[in-house]
């Protein structure tokens, strides 16, 4: 291919996704462009298909890469000037798609492509004096969420999807191969000594572990709105990483997120969550949601010692023997109850709204979470379950309520 803006552009392109999250090397890069070049492109859809059989590698890729197509090409005297170095033909761009409403990941992907297609600048060194002053990542960890920008949202989010888990094994009962086990395995010490010239070993068992299941509930009401999507950041990259994480969403009514979330994209998943639950940023029913929570899901979700992450203010008004009943009932069907109420944030709070006194003697934990600092100290929390709690104890919250 001659030398010309397309191939330039091209590499623009393959850098651009690599920065959306894309497995994207230089060698597919060239290997792109010489695509382009024999495939002999005539039409749009020519060069998006050249295009993806080479930088697309999985699946799931393919919903980003479409959108990074549409995103980077839309210009149409760009598109159909880089398409007349190889054809005289133009091919004219749809535009209807120019109208079409903003898919859920084109905001990170409009950031990749600035970075990627922004010419470099030379910066002026300043030197300053900041001793006595804030780094801008600690504020941000000590900032609410309920007050952050648009943008910092988003930096909060990326912080909140970083944040290490822990392993939280637990032992069980049955048993697995383990060099320095307590007991003899004889399955394996007679298989061992049939083979031909074959010693006699001595194998050993031990307990097999495993991470215990992880359910949320998650309160979408109006009042919560401000944190429950970043709080679903955080529980998006725990289930990417972590087997056995059910998500549900509540509001008036009860809605099972947990296949949406499983979507590697984040702006895809969480659309699909506002999809799926009808209810969001309106009123709240929580007794009535623990209910249907406790008679449809319990049994097939609590199993095996879950810990459940009860995502609530608990500002409920009516049904509060209805909220009594099922918050008891959920405690006894889990291993460990851990509420998370942003409400915590008041150094002056007190439980004595009747629907925070009525969960407060079931749960194990009472946790804050409206800063990035509250999500690292659940973090920790569940990834070492010998992590000091004390100031997490519920019955101190009793105490002061009275």
């Known amino acids: 291919m001659e030398a010309g803006a397309l191939p330039d552009n091209i590499l623009h392109f393959a850098r651009a996704l690599r920065a959306a999250g894309l497995p994207v090397g230089t060698g597919a890069a060239l290997d792109a462009i010489s695509a382009v070049e024999v495939a002999g492109v005539r039409t ?4 998006r298909a050249a295009l993806a059989c080479v930088l697309v590698k999985k699946r799931e ?64 060194l300043v030197e300053a004096d900041r001793r006595l002053t804030a780094s801008d990542e600690e ?9 952050m920008s648009a943008q910092e949202i988003g930096e909060a989010a990326r912080a909140v999807a970083a944040l290490a888990l822990a392993g939280d094994e637990r032992p069980t009962r049955r048993l697995g191969a383990d060099p320095r086990g307590a007991r003899l395995d004889p399955r394996r010490m007679f298989r061992s000594a049939l083979r031909p010239g074959g010693a006699m070993k001595l194998p050993r068992r031990g307990p097999r572990v495993r991470k215990p299941p992880l359910v949320a509930l998650c309160d979408i009401s109006g009042s919560m709105s401000d944190y429950s999507r970043v709080f679903l950041h955080f529980l998006h990259a725990l289930a990417l990483r972590r087997a056995g994480v059910q998500v549900f969403l509540f509001g008036t009514r009860l809605t099972n997120v947990t296949r949406a979330l499983r979507h ?14 009808q209810d969001w940023s309106g009123g709240t029913r929580i007794g009535a949601c623990l209910h249907a929570f406790n008679r449809d899901w319990s049994r097939r979700a609590l199993g095996q010692g879950a810990t459940v992450l009860l995502f609530t203010d608990g500002l409920e008004r009516e049904g509060v023997e209805e909220l009594r009943h099922e918050s008891e009932r959920l405690s006894k069907s889990c291993r460990r109850l851990i ?10 709070y007190e439980p004595r709204q009747r629907g925070v006194r009525a969960i407060l003697p079931f749960v194990d934990e009472f946790r804050p979470v409206h800063n990035l600092d509250s999500v690292a100290a659940l973090v920790a929390a569940l990834g070492d379950a010998r992590a000091p709690r004390a100031a997490a104890d519920p019955r101190l919250w009793l105490k002061r309520a009275g």
Do not use: I, Y
């Open 339 to 348: 509420w998370l109420n942003p409400l915590l944030r008041f150094d002056r």
């Open 139 to 147: 504020a941000l960890r000590a900032k609410d969420f309920a007050q």
């Open 61 to 124: 890729h393919l919903v980003v890469f479409d959108q990074a197509f549409d995103l980077f090409w839309r210009a149409r005297g760009l598109h159909d000037g880089l398409l007349a170095l190889l054809s005289a033909q133009e091919a004219g761009a749809d535009a209807q798609t120019l109208r079409e409403k903003p898919a859920p990941a084109q905001a990170r992907l409009a950031e990749a492509f600035g970075a990627s297609r922004a010419p470099q600048e030379v910066e002026t």
């Open 44 to 47: 749009r859809a020519d060069f």
């Open 264 to 277: 590697r994209d984040v702006d895809e998943a969480l659309a699909l969550c506002a999809q799926e639950a």
